[in-house]
């Protein structure tokens, strides 16, 4: 496959597919989903934690700056999110 056709296949780049690709891989570090290297689930607390901590350090910074729908998005993620770390964890 050449360097154009798999290009094609990407989403456009917008705020929201960036919250949602990191809330993809919070997802995989708390073992919910498959790795798509190794198609096996693992968790890793430190790589969740790291990425939860970049998407509440994203909320603060775009304070202000965001859609509403942009907003409820990384809200809604962080709580899920949270959720499932704090259920780990405990």
């Known amino acids: 496959m050449t360097k154009q056709k798999e290009e094609a296949f990407l989403p456009p780049v917008t705020f929201s597919t960036f919250i949602l ?6 997802l995989i570090h708390l073992g919910e989903l498959p790795n798509p290297e190794t198609n096996e689930k693992s968790v890793n607390l430190a790589l969740a934690r790291h990425t939860i901590d970049t998407l509440d350090m994203l909320k603060e910074k775009t304070k202000g700056n965001l859609t509403k729908e942009e907003e409820q998005l990384l809200e809604s993620v962080l709580y899920e999110l949270r959720m499932r770390y704090i259920k780990l964890t405990s």
Not at 21 to 26: I, P
């Open 21 to 26: 690709s990191l809330n993809t891989a919070a």
